[in-house]
């Protein structure tokens, strides 16, 4: 993955640019230390790391908008970052960047259970969003599986997912408003604590910008009464084909449940090895889980277990009780830790349609034994979004570059049969590259001239998502100071 | 009429064009009073290309009737769940509406507030910008977060951006078992409270509604419950139980009543044979009932919880006294039936900045549907 040179021209003035960000920010919210800075290096793409030029913290939207009109004075490009959890590079620095980070926005500005939402700071993490409601018996239904770290902010630039999105959506359903900062440093109101804000979907654009349109500092964002109760059924196949017909046909049942969550055999011999949750040894594994009532969960389970019969489960497991909900779960709780004991691994986010599963599954298989790399499968499986692990031994010279290119085999494969790039992580830098496998020119030319519009000199997180070759003359041409005009 | 049959025949008239150009799906939804240009419709373009109903998708053309689709999706026991509006009734149109029209308007009904609106259904677009160019974006996977969702910005954009010409997007399963909670007498304020209560309860509340007067005079107030009998049975008495104090709900699960009841709110069916101008204005509901008592002379269909009212006024008045109170509590107001110009909501100047920005990219000439959407404040 490549990054764009720092500009020299930008390097040279650092005194200057942090002695213009603290005149704007109180004492301690600007970083310029180079041993600091370090902290900011990279996000969860671990494999790449630059140190920016400094970092700013600010505490309100009013300081963000000082930090940003002095970034773009002085031409610096701007990196947001939110908790830093971003798995695709969406926070990787530049040499010549400053890092915006909102961590010390995590304020709930507003709780209202009659009208259903909240209004927080967008430096706030996603769990502490249902934690500062769930008193009183409401949530915030994304949940991504970072939800312990990332912030909202992070959420929104990456319109995140979760488990549960079958149902309840991800987050650009979920969110009914925003503050957000523009690059020149204006501030604008996007929508409210009402549906459907007037005008274009601005707010369907931002969501999932990866912070290249602005910087959303509040968040207004619809809360949920929580359900009842919830209960997972468990049920094992001896082929993935036979899972992924049993998937497709509780779906056409008229059973909404709120996750199909699927494991193939590798990663279940992997979490067993790991966590011992007493899953069955077979070719894969369903955990399907339904809300409601006690009665309405029973009438739910039995229509899926009728359905999981006519396909020949070799195990069909009911929890009756909480605990037995919480061993069916721990399995698949700790995939991802059970795949990181074996090795490194890098972990994909292509979506196909459900249609596709087995063939795609099969096709992973024998490249898995072409590159010579394990991989494990474990997966949304009812809206197709899959996130195949790749194990890999990073101190082996050579194992990541072959990983990286077996992940975007897998990547294209996804493409080809009707899916896409990424489902829930983002493009970051981690997809930049394979963007011109989904798009075609014209495409991509359409999605940077809204870039144009809302940041026309390409300082905000301009090296991310659109490939370096084709976002590379709008980038110079904002170096020299030749913006196109708003 | 220009009626292109391919996507690249659409591509090659707007090309070709030299003025501006009225876009349109069937003709049965059109605001903002008198338009020019030449029209040119999509109905040529229709299709269903794909429909897998275990992965819950559909791939339509743009100008395939809604009757078309519905009729597919019903025939698998699916739907689309977001409710769209028929707006014949209220505007007396008369046409075929189309898919493309559909979410050309971001159009959604009663059940919006439990499943979300067109445009969270819409999963891929292609389109023909304003110089011509063919475009895709999204795709047809429900979780995709590949580049800009442009998707959305072409949902509600009421062909402004682009002329849709092929639409992918998610379906529901239609439940089994509907049951209605109603109630008579409630005031505007006391039915407000009751939805939000219901709203904010876990019962899966898919339809929240209040009319200030009913099939027989009367005010009456409307919960709807889907899913399978016994669990509608089971969350109607709960929500009995809760809302208890406001009176004694009567569980109506009649099929016919239902579909009626329903699409009457959905479609302002009440305002349709009326005299007056129709205002959807759309706030935070517990703001709805100060805001219509705002609007001297008005009579109010509550929607969404009180989230959305349908306000119905003497012709060509009021239209200040609506913005200056929706602008007090935050919302936005467009008059769906009406003349004369100042049918959209005026935006604050930094997004009207930004729209007129997005405008100027996707057709640089101007020529699509000028005169619809907003204006600057």
């Known amino acids: 993955m490549e990054m764009p040179q720092p500009d020299a021209r930008i390097l040279a003035r650092k005194p200057e640019i942090v002695r213009q960000l603290s005149a704007v920010l109180p004492a301690g919210a600007v970083i310029s230390d180079e041993a600091e800075t370090r902290a900011y290096e990279c996000d969860a793409l671990t494999a790449y790391k630059c140190p920016p030029l400094a970092v700013v913290l600010p505490a309100s939207t009013r300081e963000v908008s000082d930090v940003l009109r002095v970034c773009h004075e002085m031409g610096v490009p701007v990196v947001p970052r939110g908790s830093g959890t971003s798995l695709a590079g969406g926070a990787l620095p530049t040499g010549d960047c400053v890092i915006l980070g909102v961590a010390r926005m995590n304020d709930v500005l507003e709780t209202d259970y009659e009208n259903r939402f909240i209004r927080v700071q967008s430096g706030r993490t996603n769990l502490s969003v249902t934690g500062a409601v769930e008193a009183d018996g409401f949530f915030y239904a994304p949940d991504p599986s970072s939800q312990l770290a990332c912030a909202i902010a992070g959420n929104i630039a990456m319109n995140s997912g979760g488990a549960h999105c079958l149902k309840y959506g991800v987050t650009t359903n979920n969110l009914m408003g925003v503050t957000m900062v523009l690059m020149d440093g204006t501030v604008t109101e996007i929508g409210g604590a009402y549906l459907d804000a007037a005008g274009y979907d601005l707010l369907g654009v931002i969501c999932g910008s990866e912070g290249q349109l602005g910087v959303v500092t509040e968040a207004t964002l619809r809360i949920l009464r929580k359900p009842e109760g919830a209960r997972p059924v468990l049920i094992g196949f001896d082929s993935n084909e036979v899972a992924g017909a049993c998937v497709s046909d509780i779906i056409k049942a008229g059973v909404l449940p709120v996750a199909i969550e699927f494991m193939d055999r590798p990663c279940i011999r992997a979490t067993e090895a790991f966590a011992g949750a007493g899953y069955p040894d077979c070719e894969a594994l369903l955990i399907v889980e339904v809300e409601g009532s006690d009665a309405e969960i029973d009438e739910q389970l039995a229509i899926i277990l009728e359905i999981a019969r006519r396909h020949d489960p070799v195990e069909l497991r009911e929890s009756k009780s909480a605990e037995e909900s919480a061993r069916i779960w721990l399995g698949r709780k700790s995939a991802f830790g059970a795949m990181g004991q074996i090795n490194d691994y890098m972990c994909l986010d292509g979506t196909i349609p459900v249609s596709q599963l087995p063939f795609v599954l099969r096709r992973i298989g024998e490249m898995s034994r072409d590159y010579g790399l394990d991989v494990g499968n474990v997966f949304h499986a009812g809206d197709g979004n899959m996130h195949p692990l790749i194990l890999y031994d990073a101190n082996k010279p050579g194992d990541l570059e072959r990983c990286e290119a077996f992940g975007a085999d897998i990547l294209k494969l996804c493409v080809e049969v009707g899916g896409c790039l990424t489902g829930e992580h983002g493009v970051g830098i981690e997809k930049r590259d394979l963007m011109t496998h989904q798009y075609a020119p014209v495409d991509l030319e359409m999605q940077m001239a809204v870039k144009d519009v809302f940041d026309p000199g390409w300082l905000l997180n301009p090296a991310k998502v659109f490939p370096l070759a084709e976002s590379a003359p709008r980038r110079s041409a904002a170096e020299q100071g030749l913006c196109p005009s708003p | ?377």
């Open chain 2, 1 to 377: 009429m220009m009626r292109p049959e391919t996507e690249a025949e659409l591509a090659e008239m707007i090309k070709a064009a030299n003025g501006p150009l009225w876009i349109e799906g069937g003709g049965t939804r059109s605001i903002g009073g008198p338009r020019e240009g030449e029209v040119l419709g999509t109905s040529a373009m229709r299709g269903i290309d794909l429909y897998e109903p275990g992965a819950l998708t559909m791939v339509a053309k743009a100008g395939t009737p809604l009757a078309e689709v519905e009729e597919a999706l019903e025939k698998e026991g699916q739907r689309l769940p977001f409710e769209p509006m028929d707006h014949r009734t209220l505007l007396g149109t008369d046409g075929t509406p189309t898919i493309g029209g559909v979410f050309a308007a971001n159009v959604s009904g009663p059940r919006r507030i439990q499943v979300g609106a067109a445009r969270d259904f819409l999963l891929g677009v292609r389109f023909v910008d304003g110089a011509g160019q063919i475009v895709s974006n999204g795709g047809r996977v429900m979780k995709n977060v590949t580049g800009y969702d442009l998707v959305k910005l072409l949902a509600g954009s009421r062909g402004t951006l682009g002329v849709l010409t092929e639409l992918s997007f998610k379906v529901l399963p239609k439940p089994g078992f509907c049951g209605t909670l109603l109630l008579e007498g409630l005031d505007d304020a006391s039915a407000v409270a009751v939805l939000c209560r219901a709203l904010g309860s876990p019962y899966e509340v898919s339809g929240a509604a209040h009319r200030q007067r009913g099939p027989n005079g009367a005010p009456i107030t409307m919960i709807r419950l889907e899913g399978f009998e016994n669990s509608v049975r089971y969350r109607a008495a709960a929500l009995q139980l809760l809302l208890a104090e406001y009176g004694s709900f009567e569980l109506e699960t009649d099929p016919g009543r239902a579909a009626d009841d329903w699409a009457a709110i959905r479609d302002v069916a009440p305002f349709g044979g009326q005299k007056g101008d129709v205002w959807r204005v759309s706030v935070k509901p517990t703001d709805a009932p100060g805001v219509v008592g705002q609007v001297p002379g008005a009579e109010a269909i509550y929607d969404w919880g009180g989230g959305l009212i349908w306000l119905r006024v003497d012709e060509g008045s009021q239209a200040s006294a609506i913005r200056d109170t929706v602008a007090k509590v935050g919302g936005h107001a467009t008059r769906i039936r009406g003349a004369g110009p100042g049918a959209f909501q005026p935006l604050a100047a930094p997004l009207a900045v930004l729209e007129a920005g997005l405008r100027a990219r996707f057709d640089p000439r101007g020529i699509l549907n000028p005169g619809l959407m907003g204006q600057a404040a």
